[in-house]
């Protein structure tokens, strides 16, 4: 039996006769983090909507858990999945910890619960407990993405699907976030997958990299193989320079 979460076999995608996507293959490992990186337009935000069936039209086969993923009904998948838009414009006045609260929907039946305590502990785990009872169309750009990230931490699923998670966020609470992540991974065995545009931020969060150019997948491997010159300057079409971080052992881009 594949030991892989999710398998993707030759996935493209296509929008107003126009290839947004083609021909991807590759594997997430349970409790592994991968990053999607790649030029604007490269395609990342369309793999993640495709992963998480927000597209239905796209070509290839995707399976989560061993079963083809247009197979689960939507609570099913929702119980498996979670996927974080890069976009957030909440227009309704609910609460704070009434919106994470809908992070518990999946499991609303008569055998199942909200679970108040998943709820406190994605507040408390990023730090929007302080926040709870603040209207969600008051916070701050980087204080609604943190909102965002406590509902679905509060979803309690298994692969988490992070398009730009950063966004807005000042660097306390980035760094925050990034420890928040491998914390879930290490010791809740989540996977995630997150689109990024920064790459210093994929080497630091990230087990394995995945490369777009063009919608083609151009890299797909080690982190500390992808930062590399050579490497970089093919997906990015530009010259970067690399030192060592002292404390993280990785190698890190500069302006060059």
């Known amino acids: 039996m594949n030991m892989a979460l999710m398998t993707v076999k030759h996935l493209s995608y296509s929008f107003q006769n126009a290839e947004v996507l ?13 990053a999607v990186v790649g030029h604007n337009g490269a395609g990342k935000t369309t793999l993640l909507r495709c992963l998480a069936r927000v597209f239905l039209s796209s070509q290839g086969s995707i399976e989560l858990v061993n079963k083809p993923l247009c197979s689960y009904s939507p609570f099913e998948l ?32 008569p055998k199942h619960h ?11 785990l990023t730090q929007t407990a302080q926040l709870a009872q603040r209207i969600l169309t008051e ?8 909102v965002l990230i406590a509902a679905a931490i509060a979803q309690e699923t298994r692969l988490m699907l992070l398009d730009e998670p950063l ?29 990024t545009h920064d790459i210093n931020t994929a080497a630091c969060m990230a087990d394995s990299i995945l490369a777009l ?18 490497i970089l300057t093919r997906v990015f079409d530009k010259e970067f320079c690399l030192v060592e ?11 060059g």
């Open 114 to 124: 909200s679970s108040p305590k998943r709820v406190k502990m994605a507040l408390e």
């Open 78 to 109: 929702a119980r498996l999945v979670t996927y974080l838009p890069q976009h957030f414009h909440p227009t309704f006045p609910f609460s704070v910890v009434e919106f994470v609260s809908m992070g518990r929907y999946p499991y609303l039946s």
């Open 22 to 34: 083609s021909d991807l293959s590759f594997e997430l490992k349970p409790g592994s983090h991968t």
């Open 213 to 230: 150019k063009a919608g083609r997948l151009i890299y797909n491997g080690e982190t500390s193989q992808f930062m590399q010159s050579e």
């Open 139 to 146: 916070l701050s750009g980087g204080e609604k993405q943190r």
């Open 245 to 255: 971080h002292p404390q993280r052992g990785l190698r890190m881009i500069l302006p």
């Open 167 to 195: 966004t807005g966020m000042d660097p306390k609470h980035q760094d925050l976030m990034l420890n928040l992540f491998k914390h879930l991974k290490q010791n809740e065995g989540l996977t995630l997958l997150s689109a």
